[in-house]
């Protein structure tokens, strides 16, 4: 018996031109914490909701570790996430999660993701999140995909707008105690999805899917 014979997702691997995106292993785990500590933002501004960047080197590398656990350990048809090593080159450069909510009905994913900025600027962050949203859309067959960022990120908004996300409603967000913001909600319909020139390939979507309680409809 395999590790994916116990737990299907993690035979799951998604392959655009550049990356290959699977499920965190835990022989991912170093490779992830030295892409984190390689700084992922400007630590003026903080980025996500939950500040972990802001964490000591070591609690950082825990923490990340014990995040990865704890999704696991949640995972169900009626609420999921699942994180995705992004392996560029050999190496794990950064993370694209996939969650959802009461998929069965709801039809609906939210999208996260962090690269460090070593890695920025090459255009791996519109890459990974287009081949995520073709494995949604096409091998889940999700309705709808959801994302944010802070008014302030640029970079991220501009990946948002350039797959056809449209602007889904502001809320009003604190990640530090005094650093308040702007959170922008972005909303993609399948039939707005701006398609790569590329596809993927999908490795191990069956029993994966069957994990998640995701079915397909019928046409």
Known sequence: MELQDIWPLFGLEITTPRLILRPVQDADLPGLARAALDGVHDPAVMPFDVPWTDASPTELAQNLAAFQWSLRN??????WTVSFGVHFEGRVVGAQDLSARDFANRRSVETGSWLPQSAHGRGLGTEMRAGLLLFAFDVLDADFAESGAKSWNDASLAV???????????TRVAPRPGEV????HMRLGKASFVRPDWSVSVRGAEPALAQLGVRMREK
């Open 74 to 79: 949640r995972v169900s048809p009626a609420d």
């Open 160 to 170: 948002s707008r350039k797959l056809g996300y449209q602007p889904n409603g502001v």
């Open 181 to 184: 913001t702007d959170e922008q």
